[in-house]
């Protein structure tokens, strides 16, 4: 088994034992342990991982930390585990503590699901408080299982992790300011963007009415780019689809006018995506736009998951279509869609069966 797949198993057991963990001894041993054997360590050789690392600081003897990875003898990572319900919060604990009285270059806080790492970019032996890279392993990407491996016992090479910790690190603080000025523009962002259009002074009820439009002007932009990557995607996944005879009153609608794929449907669509990604792979949920609705498949064949029928104007609503027929939901925002994760995940289950 690759890494990869390691990482993703670990990633569907978290969703299935983790509320029979009632402790942080429970928690290490059921989800940290698990992951470290993922990079390659062997849990129970003294050697590489040693529970209980009895790291000194001062006068405070045998002060002890979870794990400490080793290699040659030294400490290379030092891991706080916390229990999986827990709050990660770096401020006064051990791991700050013992960073710098340890020949360890990372730092890890988990709870056996969210993985913080950590290293010393801003003053030399003393641990950063904002990690460089941050996993969820219920919610991990691509590009975060490539940073992971870095750190697998077969790969791991300090200058290679540090030479890419900077950029992890400061990208990720930067899309976190990006994210907030999305929501919320600041007064200097307003500002900056304000003197490209407006000539006059900036007064403080200039500012105020600027700060509606920039606020807008963000998010209308987010939206425009965003639905013309979903566009070009699914476009994409409709040359790929197997060609199929469309039904009879889907015929005359294509005739008579040409569909137009809304935001709303293509968003409601990477709902249901988000939805079923639990169950299979995202990229064999696909989408068919028609004048009268919008089907989402599974695997580009007839098998319909369910429709969106949000073109009428008025009632938006979602038809499951299950066994025992079609059932139609109503749908006030896009977010309703998540409600109804059981149905759905049910007709892909009965479809996998088949």
């Not at 028609?290 to 938006?316: M, P, S, W």
Request: overall charge negative; hydrophobic content about 35%; some cysteine.
């Amino acid at each position: 088994m690759d890494f990869k797949d390691s990482v993703k198993q670990i990633s569907e057991k978290v969703e299935k034992i983790k509320e029979n963990l009632q402790t942080e001894e429970a928690t290490k041993t059921a989800l940290v342990m698990p992951f470290l054997q993922a990079l390659g360590y062997d849990v129970f050789n003294p050697l590489e991982i040693v529970p209980e690392y009895v790291c000194d600081i001062g006068t405070k003897k045998g002060e002890k930390i979870d794990y400490a990875i080793i290699k040659d003898g030294k400490p290379i990572i030092l891991i706080e585990c916390k229990h999986w319900q827990q709050d990660l919060v770096l401020h006064d604990n051990q791991l700050l503590r013992y960073f710098h009285v340890s020949n360890a270059k990372f730092g890890v806080l988990t709870n056996g699901i969210i993985y913080r790492f950590y290293t010393d970019l801003e003053t030399p032996n003393k641990m950063d408080e904002k990690p460089f890279l941050e996993v969820d392993l219920t919610n991990i990407e691509g590009n975060q299982i490539e940073e992971l491996k870095k750190f697998h016992k077969t790969y791991f090479d300090v200058d290679n992790i540090l030479s890419s910790a900077s950029e992890l690190k400061y990208t990720r603080e930067l899309k976190y300011v990006i994210q907030k000025e999305f929501a919320s523009p600041s007064p200097e962002l307003v500002r900056v963007i304000t003197k490209q259009v407006y000539d006059g002074i900036i007064t403080a009820k200039v500012l105020e009415q600027f700060t509606t439009l920039v606020r807008k002007a963000l998010q209308g932009h987010m939206n425009e780019t965003m639905t013309t990557a979903l566009k070009s995607a699914l476009s994409s996944e409709t040359r790929d689809e197997t060609p199929e005879q469309p039904e009879k009153d889907e015929q005359e609608s294509i005739d008579k006018k040409t569909i137009i794929t809304t935001t709303e449907e293509l968003e409601g669509f990477m709902v249901i995506k988000s939805i079923l990604r639990q169950k299979v792979n995202p990229e064999r949920i696909t989408s068919k736009d028609t004048e009268a609705y919008f089907r989402v498949l599974l695997d580009n064949q007839r098998k319909t998951i369910c429709r969106l029928h949000f073109n009428n104007g008025k009632k938006k609503y979602l038809t499951i279509l299950d066994e025992a027929g079609e059932k139609k939901f109503p749908i006030e925002t896009i977010d309703d869609i998540y409600k109804y994760a059981a149905e759905l995940e049910a007709v892909v289950d009965r479809f996998e069966k088949q």
